[in-house]
């Protein structure tokens, strides 16, 4: 059966749904290779209804989904999305991962988390900024990251599904020769009205796939909504309880072999030698790689692979970092901290001038430490080399660069690359990168023709990651007579992420540039100061880092939470009350307040050793605010009783997964807050394994409540923005029970134990 | 060659006697329902029953293994859902569901043992790590799941 072909109108308005006037960046002709990539994943008999929708003669629908499942419930809420508009019960459409192609550019992801958008970042000319766009442009990234996953397909999806809707109506009315408005879609039938007459979706898909795809067909208004905004069961979640999900690190292929490697343990050392030899006859062994950083064995199992790159015998060129230290890099903080150096993300009245005049000056130094991601699921990629292709299964939440680097290393014409994503078992950031694939193409190189899975140790995991970056913060605050915020001065030191990531995509783009997320949470805070000076002292360091379940905001949280508390103190004000006196120009953030101080029974005291604190922040387009009940005794064991979450994120597509989103980053942010860091001694990290680099785990996880307030906002993302409020909440916390203030994550830095 | 009983069937297998029953499991009968986390016993993804006994399978050498009943994900249910796995379906359990294989065997051997699940005891028994925060789930599940099998 032939396909249909797309033409060049029809692309425009297909490119023109993912936003941003991609279709045509791309210069989009009948060929163009969005058409191809969608036809490859057509099958006879099917039929291209548009980018993103395939409807077969039986009437099974499947959709291609651009995001990575990861956890976040996306399969489902998309499926929603496109089951709302197109007509049909959820349990009707089947995901399947998006062939790569520009048309599913994440556009949503690039705005937010480049610094081309230049969204608060104050008055510098951004040629190095507009270097990224271009890079950013030429990569058309086609990411899961940044809570954009639901924001970035909200109006295509819904689009997609009420444009195959119309397209099915018409093709129902020209059979019939009645007018398409006398014809009715639901439940994947089309009905004409005053005769009774039904043609089922599959009965009609060869007829509608000839018709020009229609322009600008209105969406269904809110409360005509029968799927969307009620909790659906997640798709995925029946094979995640039979052990029949297949993640990236199951992937079983025909004669495939298994690596391992030993990786130099000093960031940016590199292989001095090796005696491959030595292990050559071990059972198993197929062959020894020897690479840049490290060295690989590949066996006939990974335990045998294993076992062998343990025993290789490999000394190291530690290179110049071999004395880089967690402590020197704070010393180096302290000192930018203290120079005139700095990018101002927030400036307006006269903060400096006020601070310098004030009698009583409120100051504070905080710290945050690195931290690891540690996915559950191990780094692992499978690659499976040719002379002139490269296939490869990956986990991974950035299907581009991936290809693009799958091409680089395997050395083969971009055409030849085929990519495929499983399940993840997490991601929070760190499977964006390109580090994995990268390796896993070299070592199979050298097995040609042979599938090689690579997986990484958990101990090369918390060695060889992409630090969330450690950070420190000074503030200079003032008040005025009547108690409310004067003059706010907030200074940070930290790595540039997207400085760090660019470097490692393209080390020619290196420059130093102003990055949002070095300063988000901070330079863009609700509260109402007058006087407010906020800068970025960007401290570039050898040790790399990378996107963290919410990235700036989740040190600037802590650092300017922690801080408001101390200006409430200060004042003698009641915490919730003062962030309200704050924000009272903004209703949606007084709504969170006020819902959090009801649900939370916050008026009412606690006993002795138990206390409440609060933090409020907004990230990634939505606003959460957080109370915390703990108990702490003088053995400073502390127990985190209790969590109250009050989410403002617009429009909720799937509420029950925005709760379990809340659930989830709040225990994430938590187990940062009490035992999360990364330390480096020699110029390598000293933690290794989960027993040094602990985690929340049932029996010290609070309960906790999730309340959905939305205000109407446009749509937020919910897969970061619970992070970020939980450990300034939980100092605070620490503060009201004790009068301790905590400053330098994590707790147990400071002899507590949960 | 090493003689086996997984999930009710015999099968040989030929590796070191020193092979963690996990990387058996995973690359050799292919069940790769269970999980490979941390490979030093603390994270709990690679639980199996050994006659009906919670182990962590990578701290497990295969030749332990040996003359035992070894149970994986795999093989808990006849072809239905047992209690446990639809109470983690019901409470909308898993995220990411790397961990949650692990979970559902822990929880299983702890139901076994304790009909009558209290917070204190799922606390000490369950010390498995989810890294995507489903514990207050899986904590209603476990309730959950020992009402319906009392019911039952
Ligand atoms: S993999 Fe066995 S306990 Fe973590
Ligand atoms: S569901 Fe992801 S680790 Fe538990």
């Given at each position: 059966m032939a396909l249909m072909k797309l033409t060049r109108r029809k692309f425009l308005i297909a490119g023109g749904l993912v936003g941003g006037g991609l279709a045509v960046g791309f210069g989009l002709g009948d060929d163009g290779p969005e058409n191809a990539a969608l036809q490859a994943t057509t099958s006879s008999g099917e039929f291209a209804l548009n980018a993103w929708i395939?409807?077969?003669?039986?009437?099974?629908?499947?959709?291609?989904?651009?995001?990575?499942?990861?956890?976040?419930?996306?399969?489902?809420s998309l499926s929603m999305l496109l089951a709302e508009e197109l007509e049909v019960e959820l349990s009707s459409v089947t995901p399947e991962m998006a062939p790569l192609a520009p048309v599913y550019v994440n556009s949503t992801a690039l705005m937010d988390t480049l610094p081309f958008s230049d969204g608060h970042h104050q008055g510098e000319a951004t040629i190095g900024a507009w270097g990224m766009k271009k890079i950013a442009g030429m990569l058309g990234v086609q990411a899961t990251g940044g809570s954009t996953s639901v924001r970035n397909a909200w109006e295509p999806m819904?689009?997609?599904?009420?444009?195959?809707?119309?397209?099915?109506?018409?093709?129902?009315?020209?059979?019939w020769n009645v007018s398409?408005?006398?014809?009715?879609?639901?439940?994947?039938?089309?009905?004409?009205?005053?005769?009774?007459?039904?043609?089922?979706?599959?009965?009609?898909?060869?007829?509608?796939?000839?018709?020009?795809?229609?322009?600008?067909?209105p969406l269904k208004p809110a409360n005509a909504r029968k799927i969307i905004g009620k909790s659906q069961p997640r798709i995925d979640i029946p094979e995640k309880v039979?052990?029949?999900?297949?993640?990236?690190?199951?992937?079983?292929?025909?004669?495939?072999?298994?690596?391992?490697?030993?990786?130099?343990?000093?960031?940016?050392?590199?292989?001095?030698?090796?005696?491959?030899?030595?292990?050559?006859?071990?059972?198993?062994?197929?062959?020894?790689?020897?690479?840049d950083t490290g060295v690989a064995v590949i066996a006939d199992s990974f335990w045998r692979a294993k076992k062998a790159v343990e025993a290789l015998p490999v000394t190291f060129d530690e290179g110049p970092n071999a004395a880089l230290s967690s402590e020197a890099i704070f010393a180096e903080f302290e000192q930018q901290l203290a120079s005139d150096e700095g990018r101002s993300y927030a400036d307006r009245g006269e903060a400096l001038e006020k601070i310098s005049q004030a009698d009583t000056v409120i100051s504070a130094t905080y710290k945050v430490p690195f931290l690891a991601h540690a996915c559950m699921e191990p780094m692992n990629c499978t690659a499976l080399v040719s002379d002139n292709d490269v296939e490869v299964w990956m986990p991974n939440q950035a299907q581009t660069l991936i290809a693009w680097f799958a091409e680089k290393a395997a050395d083969v014409p971009a055409e030849n690359v085929k990519l495929h994503t499983p399940y993840l078992g997490g991601g929070f950031g760190r499977r964006l990168e390109i580090d994995l694939v990268v390796m896993a193409v070299t070592i199979a190189k050298e097995l040609k023709g042979r599938p090689v899975k690579l997986i990484w140790t958990r101990e090369n995991d918390v060695q060889h990651d992409m630090y969330r970056p450690a950070a420190q913060a000074s503030f200079k605050g003032t008040l005025t007579s009547s108690g409310e915020i004067d003059a706010w001065n907030h200074r940070v030191a930290s790595p540039s992420v997207t400085r760090s990531f660019t470097k490692r995509m393209l080390p020619w783009a290196d420059s130093d540039m102003p990055d949002n997320s070095t300063a988000d949470g901070a330079g863009n805070i609700p509260y109402q100061i007058s006087n407010m000076l906020m800068e970025h002292v960007p401290t570039p360091l050898e040790i790399p880092v990378g996107y963290w379940r919410s990235v700036g905001h989740s040190y600037n949280a802590f650092f300017t939470e922690g801080f408001m508390d101390e200006m409430a103190w200060a004042a003698k004000k009641d915490p919730l009350e003062f962030r309200l006196d704050h924000v009272s120009e903004h209703t949606d953030f007084t709504a969170v307040l006020q819902k959090l101080k009801e649900v939370s029974d916050w008026s009412?005291?606690?006993?002795?050793?138990?206390?409440?604190?609060?933090?409020?922040?907004?990230?990634?387009?939505?606003?959460?605010?957080?109370?915390?009940e703990i108990s702490v005794n003088k053995d400073k064991e502390i127990s985190i009783d209790k969590v109250f979450c009050v989410i403002d994120c617009g429009t909720v597509v799937n509420p029950d997964t925005v709760k379990a989103q809340m659930e989830s980053g709040i225990i994430f942010g938590l187990s940062a807050a009490l035992f999360g860091e990364i330390t480096i001694e020699k110029g390598r990290v000293v933690q290794e394994n989960f027993p040094d680099y602990d985690m929340v785990r049932l029996n010290n996880c609070p309960e906790i409540e999730v309340h959905l307030a939305p205000s109407g906002r446009p749509l937020g993302g919910v897969g970061e923005p619970s992070t970020p409020p939980i450990a300034p909440a939980v100092v605070n916390a620490i503060f009201a029970a004790t009068k301790t203030r905590i400053r330098e994550l994590p707790l147990s830095k400071h002899g507590y134990t949960a | 060659m090493l003689s086996l009983t997984i999930n009710g069937k015999k099968t040989t297998v030929d590796v070191e006697e020193d092979t963690p029953l996990l990387w058996v499991l995973r690359d050799t009968v292919k069940l790769t329902?269970?999980?490979?986390g941390c490979g030093v016993a603390a994270c709990g993804a690679c639980t199996v029953h050994i006659n009906g006994e919670p182990v962590r399978s990578c701290s497990v050498p295969i030749s332990d293994a040996v003359g035992t009943k070894i149970t994986t994900i795999e093989g808990i249910s006849d072809g239905n859902l047992t209690a446990v796995q639809e109470a983690w379906i019901d409470e909308q359990v898993p995220q990411c569901g790397y961990c949650q294989s692990g979970m559902i065997m822990a929880a299983t051997a702890y139901l076994k043992e304790n009909p009558t699940p209290t917070d204190e005891g799922i606390d000490e028994a369950i010390t498995n790590i989810c890294r995507c925060g489903s514990y207050p789930r899986i904590r209603k599940a476990i309730h959950r799941a020992a009402k319906q099998m009392a019911e039952a």
């Open positions: 395939k409807i077969n003669k039986s009437g099974e629908i499947t959709f291609a989904i651009p995001q990575a499942e990861m956890g976040q419930g996306v399969y489902t819904q689009k997609a599904g009420a444009i195959a809707r119309e397209m099915l109506v018409s093709a129902a009315a020209e059979e398409s408005s006398e014809c009715v879609a639901s439940k994947g039938t089309v009905t004409h009205k005053s005769s009774g007459k039904t043609a089922s979706y599959g009965e009609l898909v060869e007829a509608a796939s000839a018709l020009e795809i229609p322009d600008d067909i039979d052990g029949s999900a297949v993640y990236g690190v199951d992937i079983d292929l025909p004669n495939m072999a298994h690596a391992a490697v030993k990786l130099c343990p000093v960031f940016g050392g590199t292989v001095a030698s090796w005696d491959d030899k030595a292990i050559l006859n071990m059972p198993g062994v197929i062959k020894a790689v020897r690479f009412t005291p606690l006993p002795e050793g138990r206390g409440r604190g609060i933090a409020l922040h907004e990230s990634f387009k939505s606003i959460v605010g957080q109370v915390v | 329902g269970t999980k490979f």
